[in-house]
């Protein structure tokens, strides 16, 4: 069984920061993409960043300059810090993996449970 635990979410004024951080555990033989979603209420879900075993990062258009996405590969552990948040990024913030759990296996898509990030006044 692979788990993925998220923590770092909650209240935030407008202009804050909040830094979120999601850990693999469990049997894992390697991780390729790690990434983060978010959902708002009525919405999809949508993809916020991605970031490849070596470090290539994907963003999207509305997170650019203001979030970043990186990945500590010995911890198995992806992180979003968030800076200049804004009401319009109030979301469940899911951390997603992609996870090989045995040498010859193809990987699968693992999601976390999710974490509540608000921005408010």
């Known amino acids: 069984q692979v788990q993925l635990v998220e923590s770092g979410g909650g209240l935030v004024q407008p202009g804050g920061s909040l830094r979120l951080s999601c850990a693999a555990s469990g049997i894992i033989f390697s991780i390729n993409d790690m990434g983060w979603y978010r959902q708002a209420p009525g919405q999809q879900r949508e993809l916020v960043a991605t970031?490849?075993?070596?470090?290539?990062?994907n963003y999207a258009d509305s997170v650019k300059s203001r979030f970043t996405v990186s990945r500590d590969n010995a911890k198995n552990t992806v992180y979003l810090q968030m800076n200049g948040l804004q009401p319009a990024d109030t979301a469940v913030y899911y951390c997603?993996?992609?996870?090989?759990?045995?040498?010859?296996?193809?990987?699968?898509?693992?999601w976390g449970q999710g974490t509540q990030v608000t921005v408010s006044s």
């Open positions: 970031i490849t075993r070596p470090g290539s990062p």
């Open positions: 997603n993996a992609d996870i090989s759990q045995r040498f010859g296996l193809p990987a699968s898509r693992h």
